[in-house]
Nanobody, 127 residues
Framework: QVRLVESGGGSVQSGGSLTLSCAAS????????IGWFRHDPGKEREGIVC??????TTYYADNVKNRFTVSDAGNFVWLHMNNLKSEDTGVYYC??????????????????????WGQGTQVTVSS
């Protein structure tokens, strides 16, 4: 059974750091695209980071570039978040695109392209 589980969310003050983890089971993360999405109530789910584990291609949304970094090892993907801002508040989801598509450096991950989703982890940044 394909499963993704996020962890590492919490509350932090503006300027602080958090690292989110995404643990995959039931399949290998090798050769797939992993997306990180953020959902703020009242807004659409936003694709902020994408990682193609096959070739290392990454995408970062402008509003997280130079503050967030994605890494992976084995069946884990991490999202390292630094210099957090209040607008980073939201529920963070990792998702896997099992179709074989790869991330594009110039195009955000699209919600509809990802078939397997974690349950989400809440990040709250207070100013």
């Amino acid at each position: 059974q394909v499963r993704l589980v996020e962890s590492g969310g919490g509350s932090v003050q503006s300027g602080g750091s958090l690292t989110l983890s995404c643990a995959a089971s039931g399949f290998s993360l090798d050769d797939y695209a992993i997306g990180w999405f953020r959902h703020d109530p009242g807004k659409e789910r936003e694709g902020i980071v994408c990682l193609s584990t096959r070739d290392g291609t990454t995408y970062y949304a402008d509003n997280v570039k130079n503050r967030f970094t994605v890494s992976d090892a084995g069946n884990f993907v991490w999202l390292h978040m630094n210099n957090l801002k209040s607008e980073d508040t939201g529920v963070y989801y990792c998702a896997a695109d099992l179709s074989g598509r790869v991330c594009r450096q110039d195009y955000p991950p699209f919600v509809g392209s990802f078939q397997s989703w974690g349950q989400g982890t809440q990040v709250t940044v207070s100013s």
